[in-house]
């Protein structure tokens, strides 16, 4: 096993990478670290695999002016940290898209703002077994954007001790689509704003509130959960619609 560390300074975003060559297959793992305001995706850098995103409290992802996800891992196994700020504008531009990612784990200690329809705070897609964690701050505004999202996975753990404020129509706090297994845990906030939105919804999902659930809104609802026979929910906190 052989390491190597080396520092690269790219425009505004300072990032340190190291090095590590996975055992006889040879997979790469790359660690970066942003610690500065970057207007690129990963702060220009691909996270294909094995490796670890860090964007620290004094880092920051701004895509608004390109319409692109401001972290987006595929690959398997990596690991995303942030300590920062992100900022995305336009549809579909979304925090953090973790896809074909499997055994992943992501964290959100800091703030995610999204503005768009369909521009997701957190979006776990096509990757199997991930950990999602919300500490920190999301908010999410346009129509049918998801504060997290969790669809074609299995057995997520989705972990909110934070907050999740989303503002649209049929908008969701914690959204979990065509999945099994998952298991959705809330003891922060989740604010929701718009007609027919849910702060929790999902179709085969263990649900465990002890935190504050509000919905505001036309037909909107606290936990909304489709036809099937495996969805179990505990509530120990608060719900207000």
């Known amino acids: ?31 970066f ?49 942030m300590d920062g700020s992100i900022t995305t504008t336009g549809g579909d531009a979304a925090g953090i898209v973790n896809d074909a990612s499997d055994n992943a784990a992501v964290t959100n200690n800091g703030i995610i703002e999204t503005e768009g329809d369909f521009s997701n705070g957190i979006m776990n897609s096509d990757s199997q077994y991930a950990s999602i964690t919300n500490a920190g701050s999301i908010g999410t505004a346009g129509e049918l954007s998801v504060g997290i999202g969790n669809i074609f996975s299995t057995g997520a753990l989705i972990t909110n001790t934070g907050s999740i404020e989303t503002a649209g129509e049929l908008a969701a706090g914690i959204q ?3 999945s099994t297994g998952s298991m959705i845990t809330n003891s922060g906030t989740i604010l929701t ?29 606290a936990i909304s959960i489709g036809v099937t026979p495996v969805s179990s929910v505990l509530n120990t906190g608060s719900i207000r619609t």
């Open 176 to 178: 979990d689509a065509f």
């Open 33 to 81: 670290t942003v610690s500065a305001p970057s207007t690129d995706t990963n702060g220009g850098h691909v996270i294909d695999g094995f490796d670890t995103l860090t964007v620290t409290k004094d880092g920051s992802i701004d895509t608004s002016t390109g319409f692109q996800h401001a972290i987006h891992s595929t690959g398997g196994n990596n690991t995303i940290v």
């Open 1 to 31: 096993m052989s390491k190597s560390f080396h520092t690269l300074a790219i425009g505004l975003s300072f990032v340190s990478a190291s090095i590590l060559f996975m055992g006889s297959q040879g997979v790469l793992a790359v660690d």
């Open 193 to 221: 704003r718009g007609d027919f939105s849910m702060a929790l919804e999902t179709n085969a999902t263990s649900i465990i509130n002890s935190g504050t659930i509000t919905t505001e809104g036309a037909g909107s609802h």
